[in-house]
């Protein structure tokens, strides 16, 4: 198996396969324009595939693509059909904004992608707008939400970036559609990535609080963890259907059973989210390096995994990248 220095197990890996999306969520990407990378910079699908059967011949069991918005690049589906087949790959699965969910549903289902996490951040059509900066938005997402539920993509999960006075008055709101539609919904505490630099630590709603707010009007019941390194704490409704997750890197950091690595989606191997050096993998898939030399790069790579992410240190750097162009 893949381990870093500190011992953690590395098991998980997070594959960018474009920087491009349609919204431009305000924990994320800049209002301003800015350049993509240029194509000929991304990763191919055939080197992806690559880099995934090295990684997961040194013991990656669970890759799950991101974006930006993956859907946007064509050839996602027949991408997660091939990664279906490597060997010894036991879990695939995807992260969208949702709003091409719609028309691609059935196409994944059908791919072999029995999980889809959507990112929807406010109940309110007005405010999503504010949010995500898109028009008409709002009714899309909803209707792949569904879509993704007719289709059989189980369990879908819903992630929900709780900013404090923007949409922290929803949570009850978020907890009632677990619940109505038998869903995981999942609260995830404002990180510093975002790119116009507006985080501070009061704006963060903490586990603790989101707790507080759903059980005084849902009981809740804490359930156990499937392994050490899952991110989210879990709870079920004790008198109904649908599950709610806290994901809470601020306030309980899990950084010490971490068990992720990233590639990015111009080839650049990031062992945490708020690393601040990258490592390129393209330049050696693209320069005549071999399987066995790419596994060896990746494995000193991966020994020097950070130690933590240091969001609660004084001395705290925000990375350069943002997370559209890191990868969710």
């Keep these: 198996m893949l381990h870093d220095k500190l011992g953690r197990e590395i098991h998980d890996l997070r594959i ?3 920087d491009r999306c349609n919204f431009s969520c305000v924990y994320c990407k800049s209002a301003d324009p800015k350049n993509y990378v240029p194509h000929r910079d991304l990763l191919t ?9 090295v990684l997961v011949g040194l013991g990656i069991r669970k890759i799950r693509v991101t974006g930006g918005e993956p859907l946007l690049r064509e050839g996602v589906v ?21 709003y091409l969910l719609p028309e691609m549903a059935r196409d994944l289902a059908a791919a072999g992608s029995p999980r889809v996490t959507v990112s929807l951040d406010s109940t309110n059509p007005e405010k999503f707008t504010k949010i995500t900066r898109t028009l008409r938005s709002y009714e899309k ?33 978020f907890a009632r559609l677990a619940r109505r539609r038998d869903i995981v919904v999942r609260f995830i505490e404002f990180m510093p990535l975002d790119a116009d630099h507006a985080w501070k630590r009061e704006l963060v709603v903490t586990a603790k609080e989101i ?41 309980i950091p899990f950084c010490g059973q971490c068990s992720r690595i990233r590639i990015t989606a111009d080839g650049k191997l990031r062992t945490c989210l708020f690393s601040l050096n990258e490592h390129d993998v393209r330049h050696l898939v693209r320069n005549g390096a071999t399987d066995h030399h790419i596994a ?12 933590s992410h240091r969001i609660n240190e004084p001395d705290f750097v925000q990375p350069s990248r943002t997370m559209v162009y890191i990868g969710g």
Excluded: C
């Design 16 to 18: 960018s396969v474009t």
């Design 141 to 173: 997402v909803m209707a792949g939400i569904d879509a993704a539920l007719d289709a059989g993509l189980r369990p879908v999960k819903v992630n929900i970036v709780l900013v404090r006075g923007f949409n922290d008055d929803e949570i009850v709101d």
């Design 211 to 251: 707790v507080h707010a759903i059980q005084p009007v849902f009981s809740l019941e804490e359930i156990a963890r499937h392994s050490p390194s899952e991110t989210a704490l879990r709870y079920r409704f004790t008198d109904g259907q649908g599950e709610i997750g806290i994901i809470a890197p601020v306030s």
């Design 78 to 98: 027949d991408f997660i059909t091939r990664l279906r087949d490597i060997k010894g790959l036991e879990d695939v699965a995807l992260t969208t904004n949702g």
């Design 296 to 307: 060896r790069f990746m494995e000193n790579v991966v020994h020097q995994k950070e130690p």
């Design 45 to 53: 699908w055939e080197e992806f595939l690559r880099l995934s059967r």
